[in-house]
């Protein structure tokens, strides 16, 4: 990203498109000299005191182009922490392109995306732990994904960084008294407690690490695909858990030939439902291919629904699920058996794992969304005040890494210096999280999940 500070940025806030109101947002040293050129008001913003709003006329060039509102925000005291200008206007395309245009002509740059979140990261008004948040709360796929996201905002996971630092700076600190007494052979610290500060800080990482699959169902939702053996009804069920007819259903085996993706909302859970081509082994390439399909997405799904034809008996399908528990490891494989309609005794199907259902009918479908709800919701356990993403579980582990060879050390006598110095790699870990230290192919990864104008 070539990007300037010293720049005046602006770009449309709120979604292209028509809408009520749209916000455009600008920034920078000249934020309010660019926007006082076109803003017709009896109110100067330049002059105008921090935090107010004002009513205007937008003018360009002798054309009136909105009547609009313009919230000053003066620096320190805003998103970015420079100046910043927001310009309330109608909602339509028209509008909000010459208001950009106009500041654009006036001096400004468009800003690239994520650009105004960078600076506040920039000029610290957010650590990296927050813009992530900040990110995730715009694209959180979940009720609790966005709950979740809001407390990391507000420095939840800053906190609780900072609290492991202190913990292992302790450490290094008692460390480091010893070593400057090291002469005299005595053992100041007690050995004990400097084991159970490492081990607490090994246990804090690794349960933060830990949590990232649940996060990940958060933020992005929960994944399900639909497999089974051709015209098993999969699509017949994919249609009626999305209760509208998207997948075609026929009687000639192998229709579906590719997948298709659909959400479902659960009680604040977004589900997402893969039907799937039918899984048997087939000399026709096509179906092959979607077989291979089928398998790749499998190994990526938080569970795996088989529709089992009943009606050809309750073990129809027992040897693809079996060679299904090779690909799909822990994620756990639920049986619906279908088509309950043509069975004399369907409660006989009923049982731990698995769900009888007539998609022709309706029935068992509600048992079935329970099932799936209630499996995202345990497949999502153990998340508070943090969703923690690859990145950060990824330096979660190396901080307890150091953790486990600083103990490793200490319980193998080793000198206070060399125990030292994986506590403190565990402390400059840390540091990468929060962005107290960051590099530039960092800051890029990141900013490149968000969009113009945040
Ligand atoms: N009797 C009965 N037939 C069903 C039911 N669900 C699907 N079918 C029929 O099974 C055939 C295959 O359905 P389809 O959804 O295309 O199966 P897929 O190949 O697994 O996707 C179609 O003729 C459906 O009408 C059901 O609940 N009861
Ligand atoms: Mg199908």
Redesign the pocket.
């Known amino acids: 990203m070539s990007q300037h500070l010293n720049d005046t940025i602006c770009a449309l806030a709120t979604p292209p498109g028509v809408g009520g109101l749209a916000v455009i947002r600008c920034a920078g040293r000249l934020a309010f000299e660019l926007c006082d050129r076109d803003f017709n008001s009896r109110v100067r913003l330049a002059d105008a005191a921090d935090h107010t709003i004002h009513y205007g006329w937008w003018e360009h060039d002798g054309v009136r182009v909105d009547s609009v509102t313009c919230s000053v925000f003066r620096a320190p005291h805003s998103y970015t922490g420079d100046d910043v200008i927001e310009i309330g206007c109608h909602g339509g395309p028209h509008v909000t392109a010459q208001i950009i245009r106009s500041l654009l002509d006036n001096g400004a740059r468009l800003a690239e995306p994520g650009e105004f979140t960078k600076r506040a990261f920039l000029n610290r008004k957010l650590d990296l732990t927050q813009v992530e948040a900040v990110a995730d709360l715009i694209h959180a796929q979940s009720r609790m994904g966005a709950q979740t996201a809001a407390r990391q905002l507000a420095g939840g996971f800053t906190r609780r960084l900072a609290a492991l630092r202190q913990h292992l700076l302790d450490v290094c600190g008692l460390l480091e008294l010893e070593l400057d007494f090291s002469e005299e052979d005595v053992e100041f610290v007690d050995r004990t407690a400097l084991l159970a500060a490492l081990t607490d800080g090994n246990a804090i990482a690794d349960q933060l690490a830990a949590s990232a699959a649940s996060a990940e169902i958060l933020r992005s939702g929960f994944y399900v695909a639909v497999v089974?053996y051709?015209?098993?009804?999969?699509?017949?069920?994919f249609n009626a858990l999305l209760d509208r007819e998207r997948?075609?259903?026929?009687?000639i085996?192998g229709?579906?030939r590719d997948y298709l993706e659909e959400s479902i909302f659960l009680e604040g859970y977004t589900v997402r439902l893969y039907?799937t081509a039918?899984l048997r082994s087939s000399d026709d390439t096509i179906e092959m291919q979607g077989v291979r399909l089928t398998t790749s997405l499998v190994e990526q799904s938080n569970l795996i629904l088989v529709?089992n034809d009943a009606?050809l008996g309750k073990h129809h399908s027992d040897a693809l699920v079996s060679s299904l528990q090779d690909i799909a490891g822990t994620r756990p494989i639920v049986i619906v058996h279908?088509?309950?309609?043509?069975l004399e005794d369907p409660a006989a199907f009923s049982e731990k794992g698995s769900v009888a259902?007539?998609?022709?009918?309706g029935t068992g479908l509600e048992s079935l969304r329970q099932a799936l709800l209630e499996y995202a919701r345990s497949s999502s356990e153990g998340v508070s005040d943090v969703l923690i993403n690859g990145r950060q579980a990824s330096i979660l582990r190396d901080v307890s890494a150091s953790c486990s060879s600083a103990r490793a050390g200490i319980l193998e006598g080793r000198s206070m210096d060399y125990v030292a110095v994986d506590v403190r790699a565990a402390i400059r870990y840390l540091g990468d999280i929060s962005g107290e230290t960051w590099s530039p192919d960092v800051l890029d990864t990141i900013f490149s999940r968000f969009c113009i104008g945040k």
């Not at 997948?247 to 009687?251: K, P, Q």
């Not at 259902?357 to 009918?361: D, L, Q, Y």
């Open positions: 089974g051709p015209n098993a009804g999969k699509s017949s069920l997948a075609i259903v026929s009687d085996a229709t579906t039907d039918g529709v009606s279908n088509k309950s309609d043509l259902v007539s998609t022709i009918r």
